[in-house]
């Protein structure tokens, strides 16, 4: 018998169904063991013995571990089949050492996608552990622990916050930043004039340049003498026609595929990987279960030449030749780290409507998305007929533009996911005057920049080299699970305990919690993933200057800042401030200690709340007490009721 170790027991269930009796697949449940609190500042990392790391086993894999060992014993073979990328290479690393297999000669499988055809072309290609990969691996989670544990213990202390880290400080410090940018920024205000003009149907017209580029005008007198100047009649100077392209994008990445799944369906990023991981571990269709999709940890466009060849096939059968178009290539200075192929369905004619009745609302939604992208990236370009007339008076020039569908290529699939207005502009002449109508002085303010969303953060992340595809969802997570942020119609706000967290990070470090330095620190990992920088190299340069950096700021940082709130004090008449204690956010005089006024937290109280029943005035509320939440009059301390949650009431 020859045994299949995986990290998912759905992996395991569909990997069994391929291969039959004479293999037995089962899971190790993800990583079995990580990083003790043992040694100093409770690391689980030997600093001075060569950053030595020190790992357990939980107690969740102990019995696993029994199994998996039991299971081993009786193999004739062992085959380690975790997920094809670092943290996958680590895990099958760790197993290996764990289970006492040779890590030199252990077969290790990698495929991207979980069909039958992969896993036996896998079998038949098996190579060993790439220990480069795991040092890579094991280099990231000693610095996230370092960073993670001393610079979380240093706010903790000094501000009262819960955490940081080397790639979530980062994220934090671009929210800040903009909204910084949003508190700061001055409206400025200008002046454009639009239009109607009527030739059968009536079509909207602009103030251009001659370079057919919307005009705006900061003087309002000076436009309001166009607006007089043009009356009820405009004239054509000309008219232009031209046919544009529009190219298909690449098939998704996890970042990209992360940002377009909040921006069709507003999918969490969180959510988005985990219906992706269930749609690459395999679903039942029919008597079948196959994976649906490619592995979704990936920064690469590339597809496979069987899928382009088996795509086009498809198109030409479904669409016809002429939609027949290219993959897409990834650009040569791209920087692609684990270059598996782009995320993509695993047969292009497992077509979305057919396995509907398979999937849930959300799996299909998702898995349509990837299956068009994927598709229409394989199509021709859609070709776009733009019509420009320009109209002149007294040497203004005004435009009005029509845009036609000429050939929808690619939007064939696509182009439901895209949004497009088409205007198609009946016949104008030459020289001729046409009616005017509603012409007026548009006046134009500009706008601050928009917050992030968890798809713009994403994306900015990746642009700038901050973090893995399988870190973006995550990165999010815990600043919403350390209260730096939260989420307002989308947009992500940063809260007083993420601005208090960002500026003392930024005054005691900021040359390691900034862009530059934490993209530089990826690149480092690319490095040892490749064999050309060693782990020990690499943490030797980051630890001392961190070290000195940590020792200073216990000794300088003070206590968390203050923000006005825009309100006097009550009692003296000086500012309110809000600020953060051990027990959270609270509102006081800037006075303070001098002046003891504090803000009385505003009571929400139910609509369901019971009536006090000591002063029948009153409502009862949740309150916290020193042997934890209690019910309390609202009226306190005019009435001083309480009960334990225990009680039962009869109603009003």
Same mark, same amino acid.
């Given at each position: 018998?020859?045994?299949?170790?995986?990290?998912?027991?759905?992996? @395991?269930?569909?990997? #069994?169904?391929?291969?039959?009796?004479?293999?037995?697949?089962? $899971?190790?449940?993800?990583?079995?063991?990580?990083?003790?609190?043992?040694?100093?500042?409770?690391? &689980?990392?030997?600093?001075?013995?060569?950053?030595?790391?020190?790992?357990?086993?939980?107690?969740?894999?102990?019995? *696993?571990?029994? $199994?998996? %060992?039991?299971?081993?014993?009786? @193999?004739?073979?062992?085959?380690? $089949?975790?997920?094809?990328?670092?943290?996958?290479?680590?895990?099958?690393?760790?197993?290996?050492?764990?289970?006492?297999?040779?890590?030199?000669?252990?077969?290790?499988?990698?495929?991207?996608?979980?069909?039958?055809?992969?896993?036996?072309?896998?079998?038949?290609? @098996?190579?060993?552990?790439?220990?480069?990969?795991?040092?890579?691996?094991?280099?990231?989670?000693?610095?996230?622990?370092? *960073?993670?544990?001393?610079?979380?213990?240093?706010?903790?202390?000094?501000?009262?916050?819960?955490?940081?880290?080397?790639?979530?400080?980062?994220?934090?410090?671009?929210?800040?930043?903009?909204?910084?940018?949003?508190?700061?920024?001055?409206?400025?205000?200008?002046?454009?004039?639009?239009?109607?003009?009527?030739?059968?149907?009536?079509?909207?017209?602009?103030?251009?340049?001659?370079?057919?580029?919307?005009?705006?005008?900061?003087?309002?007198?000076?436009?309001?003498?166009?607006?007089?100047?043009?009356?009820?009649?405009?004239?054509?100077?000309?008219?232009?026609?031209?046919?544009?392209?529009?190219?298909?994008?690449?098939?998704?990445?996890?970042?990209?595929?992360?940002?377009?799944?909040?921006?069709?369906?507003?999918f969490s990023a969180s959510k988005t990987n985990k219906i992706a991981q269930k749609l690459y571990e395999g679903v039942n269709i029919g008597d079948e279960t196959t994976g649906l999709i490619t592995y979704m940890r990936t920064d690469s466009i590339r597809v496979s030449s069987s899928f382009v060849f088996a795509t086009k096939d498809y198109i030409k059968n479904a669409y016809g030749e002429e939609y027949v178009g290219f993959a897409k290539i990834q650009k040569e200075d791209a920087k692609v780290q684990d270059a598996h192929e782009a995320?993509? /369905?695993?047969?292009?004619?497992?077509?979305?409507?057919?396995?509907?009745?398979?999937?849930?609302?959300?799996?299909?939604?998702?898995?349509?998305?990837?299956?068009?992208?994927?598709?229409?990236?394989?199509?021709?370009?859609?070709?776009?007929?733009?019509?420009?007339?320009?109209?002149?008076?007294?040497?203004?020039?005004?435009?009005?533009?029509?845009?036609?569908?000429?050939?929808?290529?690619?939007?064939?699939?696509?182009?439901?996911?895209?949004?497009?207005?088409?205007?198609?502009?009946?016949?104008?002449?030459?020289?001729?005057?046409?009616?005017?109508?509603?012409?007026?002085?548009?006046?134009?303010?500009?706008?601050?920049?928009?917050?992030?969303?968890?798809?713009?953060?994403?994306?900015?992340?990746?642009?700038? &080299?901050?973090?893995?595809?399988?870190?973006?969802?995550?990165?999010?997570?815990?600043? %919403?699970?350390?209260?730096?942020?939260?989420?307002?119609?989308?947009?992500?706000?940063?809260?007083?305990?993420?601005?208090?967290?960002?500026?003392?990070?930024?005054?005691?470090?900021?040359?390691?919690?900034?862009?530059?330095?934490?993209?530089?620190?990826?690149?480092?990992?690319?490095?040892?993933?490749?064999?050309? %920088?060693?782990?020990?190299? @690499?943490?030797?340069?980051?630890?001392?200057?961190?070290?000195?950096?940590?020792?200073?700021?216990? $000794?300088?940082?003070?206590?968390?800042?203050?923000?006005?709130?825009?309100?006097?004090?009550?009692?003296?008449?000086?500012?309110?401030?809000?600020? #953060?204690?051990?027990?959270?956010?609270?509102?006081?005089?800037?006075?303070?200690?001098?002046?003891?006024?504090?803000? /009385?937290?505003?009571?929400?109280?139910?609509?369901?709340?019971?009536?006090?029943?000591?002063?029948?005035?009153?409502?009862?509320?949740?309150?916290?007490?020193?042997?934890?939440?209690?019910? &309390?009059?609202?009226?306190?301390?005019?009435?001083?009721?309480?009960?334990?949650?225990?009680?039962?009431?009869?109603?009003?």
């Amino acid at each position: 018998m020859k045994l299949i170790i995986v990290e998912s027991p759905t992996k @395991a269930r569909t990997i #069994q169904k391929y291969l039959g009796k004479d293999y037995k697949v089962i $899971a190790s449940q993800g990583h079995i063991r990580d990083l003790s609190f043992n040694g100093e500042g409770s690391l &689980g990392v030997d600093i001075h013995n060569n950053f030595k790391p020190d790992y357990i086993i939980s107690d969740r894999s102990k019995g *696993i571990i029994g $199994a998996l %060992k039991n299971a081993v014993s009786k @193999a004739d073979e062992v085959y380690l $089949a975790t997920d094809p990328d670092r943290e996958g290479e680590a895990i099958a690393w760790h197993l290996a050492d764990v289970l006492g297999l040779n890590v030199e000669t252990t077969k290790r499988l990698e495929f991207h996608e979980i069909t039958k055809k992969a896993v036996k072309e896998a079998l038949e290609n @098996a190579r060993t552990i790439n220990m480069d990969l795991v040092s890579s691996q094991e280099t990231r989670r000693i610095l996230d622990r370092i *960073i993670g544990f001393e610079l979380s213990g240093l706010l903790q202390k000094k501000i009262y916050t819960r955490s940081a880290g080397r790639v979530q400080s980062v994220a934090l410090k671009l929210i800040v930043e903009r909204q910084n940018e949003i508190d700061s920024f001055v409206e400025e205000v200008s002046y454009g004039i639009s239009g109607k003009v009527y030739n059968e149907d009536s079509y909207d017209f602009e103030l251009v340049d001659d370079k057919f580029q919307p005009i705006r005008v900061d003087n309002k007198e000076e436009v309001e003498n166009i607006v007089e100047l043009i009356g009820n009649k405009l004239k054509v100077k000309d008219i232009t026609n031209e046919t544009s392209v529009r190219n298909a994008k690449a098939p998704f990445t996890t970042s990209s595929l992360q940002q377009e799944a909040f921006s069709q369906f507003k999918f969490s990023a969180s959510k988005t990987n985990k219906i992706a991981q269930k749609l690459y571990e395999g679903v039942n269709i029919g008597d079948e279960t196959t994976g649906l999709i490619t592995y979704m940890r990936t920064d690469s466009i590339r597809v496979s030449s069987s899928f382009v060849f088996a795509t086009k096939d498809y198109i030409k059968n479904a669409y016809g030749e002429e939609y027949v178009g290219f993959a897409k290539i990834q650009k040569e200075d791209a920087k692609v780290q684990d270059a598996h192929e782009a995320i993509r /369905p695993t047969r292009v004619d497992l077509v979305p409507e057919m396995i509907k009745d398979y999937l849930d609302k959300d799996e299909y939604r998702l898995y349509k998305l990837i299956w068009s992208r994927a598709v229409s990236s394989i199509m021709k370009s859609a070709e776009i007929d733009t019509t420009k007339v320009i109209f002149e008076k007294d040497n203004y020039l005004f435009l009005t533009k029509g845009n036609v569908l000429k050939f929808d290529g690619y939007k064939r699939v696509y182009g439901e996911f895209e949004k497009d207005s088409q205007v198609k502009l009946n016949e104008f002449e030459v020289n001729k005057e046409y009616t005017v109508k509603k012409v007026e002085l548009k006046e134009h303010k500009t706008k601050p920049p928009y917050r992030y969303t968890e798809g713009t953060l994403i994306k900015a992340m990746e642009e700038l &080299g901050i973090g893995r595809p399988s870190t973006y969802a995550s990165t999010i997570e815990s600043l %919403k699970k350390s209260s730096y942020i939260y989420e307002e119609k989308n947009y992500i706000i940063p809260t007083l305990n993420g601005y208090n967290a960002d500026h003392k990070l930024d005054e005691f470090f900021n040359d390691i919690i900034n862009v530059e330095y934490t993209a530089n620190m990826e690149k480092d990992l690319d490095l040892i993933a490749e064999g050309e %920088k060693t782990k020990l190299g @690499a943490l030797e340069e980051f630890y001392e200057p961190f070290k000195n950096k940590i020792d200073y700021a216990y $000794a300088n940082m003070s206590g968390p800042e203050s923000f006005k709130t825009g309100e006097k004090c009550p009692k003296c008449g000086k500012d309110l401030v809000k600020r #953060q204690g051990k027990y959270g956010e609270y509102i006081c005089c800037e006075n303070r200690p001098i002046c003891d006024y504090i803000k /009385p937290k505003e009571l929400v109280i139910s609509e369901k709340a019971k009536t006090c029943p000591k002063c029948k005035e009153g409502k009862l509320i949740v309150r916290k007490g020193k042997y934890g939440n209690f019910l &309390g009059c609202s009226r306190y301390p005019d009435c001083d009721y309480m009960e334990s949650f225990k009680r039962k009431y009869k109603s009003n």
